[in-house]
């Protein structure tokens, strides 16, 4: 550097050609340079450098992330996170946070993802100054005009302070509650108009502009998507919530699941809900114009109940045939029922099967051994889609079109001409012999574990046993040693003191008295 230093201050026109670390070894000698004349630092980016870096010279690099075709968002929580891991399987390359990366696109889109990142980018970063985290907004800002930041763990301060760094530096996005009347009076307008209903699916699948996703990937690198899936910010939608009329919130799950519908209930359809109580899917229904059926054994909601468009039937959903309700067709069938995931495949396969739904959403409720298989069974119904909703807790949405479902079987019928496919579709599929071996074996390797459990307290209760009678018999032989009083009982130490002394002082009284005696005797 002394070196190059010198022969910068001899020869200012010199251009350094090191390769990859041209950039900062022109740095550290211009810099060297300047400290040493106190000038201001010469402009020696020839045109080699400039034709390298056309918009920066340095600090900055954007390339395609290796290995990488795109990434996938994972709701919040680690299980979730497992969950898409093994989805993916051998597909999966790596794990960032919430952000899983994959070396393939996945078709259908795995059920537990919330946002996806088409095509990720990979931003270099050679520190982590002001300066360097305007220049990534800037190249941030020329690739797409609104972004949004995936914030890392507070815990890895390594990636946390860059990262906030570059939010600040980032123009803010403001949180936006999107109110649902919007989108219920966009689509029943169209209704209104004569759009046919596919004219109406289309435009509604074809939403706003996306927003762009970011995230620091490591202290030197910055992982970025200009084209995500959803336009909302991680795939998180806010709602203006009525705090009102409601009896509970569970009518937001809902009405995102009507976001991704192609149509939502219209004003004077017919609705049937199953699991109604207290009546939140009820009221979401009713509040559209929709005749509604509520079946719960429960009771509804006072409010609820009174509403004129509502039907309440104190039954159970399992056990209610879809005869009971006439000839007439059902547009929209809700089921909210917490039942475990197979018993609801079972219910909502009747009611395919009846031929008289158009569409369904229901809530499979994950249980903590629920299989992928089961979920890949309601997602391989023609027509069907399962997707982990943002107001989703401890579960995933299902939602069936029949249009979708005759799309891909019969585009001229409306609803599916023969059910015994569909039941085929349905039904479970059987486990394997490997996979029954493997369940017998876990089955076994559980019974043995149990097994050795009893026998560790088993032995712990018997060394217990054991040692409490070693304890009595030395307390017993030491009360045998020990002297015994006129009861013929064992004497304490103390009193063995104390008899000692009482024997001791006798003696010494006579002892004393013959000592009187010798002296009279000698003074006679």
Known sequence: FLMLGAAVRAHRSCVCALGPFQNCVVRSVLSMASVREKKPKPNLF???????????????????LPGVRIAYLAPEGQTYVDRLQAEL????????????LSSKIMVPRPIFCQNVWRGPLRIKLDATTNETMVRVRDDLLSLHDTWVGLPPSKFLKVIYNPARKLA??????????????????????????????????????????????????????????????????HGQVTFVEDKEGPPCRAYLKLWEAFMHTPTIPLPG??????????????????KLGCNVVAVDKADLDRKIRELPNVEARKESAFQMDPASLGTQMIDWLCCDVAC?????????SRWLGS??????????????????????????IPGSQVKHLSYNKHEVT???????????????????????????????????????????????????RAKAKEKKKKTKKDEDDDEEEEEKEKERENQQQMPQGRL?????????????????????QEYDDDDDDEQEGEEK
């Open 168 to 233: 600040q530096k980032m123009p803010s996005v403001p949180t936006y509650q999107f109110p649902f009347s919007v989108r219920a009076a966009i689509l029943q307008s169209q209704h209104q108009e004569g759009i046919p209903r596919r004219r109406a699916m289309l435009s509604a699948s074809k939403a706003a502009r996306t927003i762009g996703s970011w995230s620091m990937y490591s202290p030197l690198f910055v992982c970025a998507s200009a084209n995500c899936s959803s336009i909302w910010p």
């Open 488 to 508: 013929g009982k064992p004497q304490k130490p103390q009193q063995q003191q104390q008899q000692q002394q009482r024997m001791k002082q006798p003696q010494q």
């Open 89 to 100: 399987g051998t597909a999966c390359a790596g794990v960032h946070g919430r952000l899983v």
């Open 269 to 286: 359809e017919y609705c049937v809900d199953l699991g109604a109580a207290p009546g939140g899917w009820t009221w979401a229904l009713a």
């Open 398 to 448: 299902w939602i069936w079109n029949c249009d979708l479902a005759s799309a891909t079987t019969d585009p001229k019928d409306e609803a599916l001409a023969d059910a015994a496919p569909l039941r085929e579709a349905i039904a479970v599929p059987p486990l394997s012999a490997l996979q029954k071996l493997k369940r017998a074996e876990a089955e076994e390797a559980k019974a043995n």
């Open 340 to 348: 475990v995931p197979e018993r609801l495949l079972q219910l909502v």
């Open 46 to 64: 020839g045109p080699v450098l400039n034709s390298q870096f056309p918009k920066y010279p340095y600090n900055t690099r954007i390339e395609p």
């Open 355 to 380: 031929g008289k739904v158009r569409n369904i959403i229901a809530t499979i409720k994950l249980q903590d051994n629920t299989e992928l298989e089961v979920l890949r069974a309601f997602a391989s």
